[in-house]
């Protein structure tokens, strides 16, 4: 039945989930001056390395690392849901819209 239930749900009520978590992780990110999208730091932040962080916030950071991980917790339910091609282009304009809000803070290539 669980299963059931998970599928029924759209696309739409995965997006919002992903999008409320995510919005969370760049609020917090920009609070720790953690620049999230540049290579390797997603990573480093799950492995606990706060040395990624531009200012001392060790309460902000533990919470930016569980909302990480609550991020990636989330996704895979939603790939079980909606299929990888769809979570991702989910995932894609998320990012996407942050950037559009909070420029470059996030780091990365907004190119890409």
């Known amino acids: 039945m669980g299963k059931e239930k998970s599928t029924d749900l759209g696309g ?3 997006a919002k989930n992903l999008d409320d978590v995510d919005r969370e992780v760049a609020r917090l990110a920009s609070i720790c001056k953690v620049r999230l ?11 606990n390395d706060a040395s990624v962080c531009g200012t001392q916030n ?8 569980a909302a990480l ?15 990888q091609e ?3 282009k989910v995932v894609a304009e998320i990012v996407a819209n ?11 290539d907004a190119s890409g």
Do not use: C, S
């Open 98 to 108: 942050l950037r559009k809000r909070l420029g470059n803070q996030l780091g990365g």
């Open 69 to 83: 991980m609550m991020h990636y917790h989330i996704r895979d339910k939603a790939v079980e849901a909606m299929g």
């Open 12 to 14: 739409g009520w995965w």
């Open 86 to 88: 769809a979570t991702a």
């Open 37 to 47: 999208l540049d290579p390797n730091v997603i990573e480093r932040v799950l492995h």
């Open 58 to 65: 060790r309460a902000a950071f533990d919470k930016l690392r």
